[in-house]
Nanobody, 121 residues
Framework: QVQLVESGGGLVQAGGSLRLSCAASGRTFSSYAMGWFRQAPGKEREFVAAISWSGGSTYYADSVKGRFTISRDNAKKTVYLQMNSLKPEDTAVYYC??????????????WGQGTQVTVSS
């Protein structure tokens, strides 16, 4: 069982930056692939970024490639999402998720409660 708690969301102007954190409980964090997803009002949840258990492989949605960076610190049981050059269309609730398989995929078993990111124009 893994519990995930996101933090770091807030209000930022377009062009600004935020770093989201997702702290995990459980002894097996280092073996899990981790992902970030987001859901804007009236829209379906969408994939943002994912990272393999070792951090050696990362994946990004085209909409954030070059602006967002996912990373992890297995010793701290934390995954990060550094978001730069933010745009109003990045406004959403951001969720982190954990997948027991060490490789990112379509299904994640554990989800956090989400953190709101609002980008003003």
């Amino acid at each position: 069982q893994v519990q995930l708690v996101e933090s770091g969301g807030g209000l930022v102007q377009a062009g600004g930056s935020l770093r989201l954190s997702c702290a995990a409980s459980g002894r097996t964090f280092s073996s899990y692939a981790m992902g970030w997803f987001r859901q804007a009002p009236g829209k379906e949840r969408e994939f943002v970024a994912a990272i393999s258990w070792s951090g050696g492989s990362t994946y990004y949605a085209d909409s954030v490639k070059g602006r967002f960076t996912i990373s992890r610190d297995n010793a701290k049981k934390t995954v990060y999402l550094q978001m730069n050059s933010l745009k109003p269309e990045d406004t959403a609730v951001y969720y982190c998720a954990a997948r027991p398989s060490g490789v990112p995929g379509d299904e994640y078993d554990y989800w956090g409660q989400g953190t709101q990111v609002t980008v003003s124009s």
